[in-house]
């Protein structure tokens, strides 16, 4: 089973709508992300957590929130969905000790707002 | 100002050739990590090698190795004995400090398309 999982996987919505995003996963690290990646473009930082009740804004938060359920579960809202937010969404974690603090990802959800 | 630059948008590779790709990066920071992801047309990131700003000698991970020259601000990847399955894209990312505050936030590079030729 994969260590970090996202669902949906595709998603469709239309303007306006509220969707909620999910990540979850079983790695154990405190430390978790979502980014976003236009096409042709890297990914940019939407909003981090340290923990359960650490969390911050990254370059691109406006329109999004998050929520930390728990150590395992970081969720990506959008309030009200608009065409340019179509995007692939990627989560990620990392320990908060090590080497390299590396980021594992997700599959990503690929978002398209019509 | 641009953090992480990677300035080839695409590249042709003849399978069994080696291929660079260049990364330059800008930081104030004396402790930071660069990393190297591979993004196959699939669309997941897949770790592939990491250099920190401290290590002596140049990172490499079976067919990757990363040329890291600090006082450049470059951290090119090279990827010897392509294979077809090497054809993806391939992000630079930085992590620019470790303390809590900066959260190993990583900032990406637009990316590298290569396409390996058989």
């Known amino acids: 089973d994969a260590d970090v999982t996202q669902t949906p996987r595709n998603r469709i919505t239309k303007t306006g709508k509220r969707i909620m995003l999910e990540c979850s996963q079983t790695k154990g690290h405190d430390r978790m992300y979502w980014y976003r990646q236009d096409p042709g473009l890297g990914l940019r930082l939407i909003y981090y957590?340290?923990?359960?009740?650490?969390?911050n804004k990254g370059e691109i938060s406006d329109g999004y929130s998050v929520s930390r359920q728990a150590q395992a579960k970081f969720s990506l809202s959008l309030e009200s969905a608009i065409p340019n937010q179509t995007a692939l969404y990627f989560c990620a974690t990392s320990a908060a000790s090590g080497r390299s603090h590396e980021q594992y990802f997700g599959p990503g959800t690929r978002l398209t707002v019509t | 100002a641009q953090k992480i630059t990677q300035t080839q948008p695409g590249m042709f590779v003849q399978e069994k050739e080696a291929v660079t790709l260049d990364c330059t990066y800008d930081t104030s920071d004396q402790s930071y990590g660069l990393f190297w992801y591979k993004q196959p047309s699939s669309g997941e990131m897949i770790f592939l090698i990491y250099?920190?700003?401290?290590?002596?000698q140049n990172a490499t991970e079976g067919r990757y190795s990363l040329n890291f020259q600090k006082a450049r601000k470059s951290a090119n990847l090279v990827i010897s004995a392509s294979q077809l399955g090497d054809s993806a894209m391939y992000f630079c990312?930085?992590?620019?400090?470790?303390?809590?505050?900066?959260?190993?936030?990583?900032?990406f590079g637009g990316g590298t398309r290569v396409l390996v030729k058989p």
């Open positions: 990312a930085m992590r620019e400090t470790v303390i809590k505050a900066a959260g190993n936030k990583l900032t």
């Open positions: 957590s340290f923990d359960v009740k650490d969390i």
């Open positions: 250099q920190g700003s401290y290590d002596e």
